[in-house]
T-cell receptor, first 113, second 116 residues
Framework: EAQVTQNPRYLITVTGKKLTVTCSQN?????MSWYRQDPGLGLRQIYY???????DKGDVPEGYKVSRKEKRNFPLILESPSPNQTSLYFC????????????FGPGTRLTVL | QQQVKQSPQSLIVQKGGISIINCAYE??????FPWYQQFPGKGPALLIA?????SEKKEGRFTISFNKSAKQFSLHIMDSQPGDSATYFC???????????????FGRGTQLTVWP
């Protein structure tokens, strides 16, 4: 089944404790992206990647890191999480480099205490 | 600066009625305008999309109307059903080179409730 998977789905952590949210797609898509969703703010793009080893900042990259070492994986790293990073995170992928027709994962609910 | 403005924030429609959600943008480099549908506890899913070379696109009960001169586009849901109750997001992106390539800008969402 074609899909985007994220792990973990739920995570509660404490301020400053490094964490990684994994994202994997099995559709051989060129493009991958991370978003955060907050009430009243919609979805905001954190980072995206149009190709392996190529990443670019979105609207809200501060406090996040990403890497794209292989086509199928695009992990999101929070080196020192803070409470304002409590949010619902979505990974997405697209066949086209420009990110049209994005397929979204099921989301990761992160709480930073 | 919000790249895509969406209204209304919430919408309540009777079953069988027409739901209309509006979006506006400023950046004339945008050339692809998708709509996403999100059910509670799920990720957004692409519903329908339009390019500015056409003024309307229809897929089943869902229609996008596009006004290039006004830089506005809207989603119409005909014969709205309780199963359409979800959050809808409009978005915009560019296919061309430059700083907008790869960037997908979302509106803030419209929570649609269809009463039976």
């Amino acid at each position: 089944e074609a899909q985007v998977t994220q792990n973990p789905r739920y995570l509660i952590t404490v301020t400053g404790k490094k964490l990684t949210v994994t994202c994997s797609q099995n559709m051989n898509h060129e493009y991958m992206s991370w978003y955060r969703q907050d009430p009243g703010l919609g979805l905001r793009q954190i980072y995206y990647s149009m190709n392996v080893e190529v990443t670019d900042k979105g609207d809200v990259p501060e406090g996040y890191k990403v890497s794209r070492k292989e086509k199928r994986n695009f992990p999101l790293i929070l080196e020192s999480p803070s409470p304002n990073q409590t949010s619902l995170y979505f990974c997405a992928s697209s066949l086209t480099r420009g990110g049209h027709e994005q397929f979204f994962g099921p989301g990761t609910r992160l709480t930073v205490l | 600066q919000q790249q895509v403005k969406q209204s209304p924030q919430s919408l309540i429609v009777q079953k069988g009625g027409i739901s209309i959600i509006n979006c506006a943008y400023e950046n004339t480099a945008f050339d692809y305008f998708p709509w996403y549908q999100q059910f509670p506890g799920k990720g957004p899913a692409l519903l329908i999309a339009i390019r500015p070379d056409v003024s309307e696109k229809k897929e089943g009960r869902f229609t996008i109307s596009f006004n290039k001169s006004a830089k506005q586009f809207s989603l119409h849901i005909m014969d709205s059903q309780p199963g359409d109750s979800a959050t809808y997001f409009c978005a915009a992106t560019s296919s061309g080179r430059g700083s907008t390539l790869g960037r997908l800008y979302f509106g803030r969402g419209t929570q649609l409730t269809v009463w039976p």
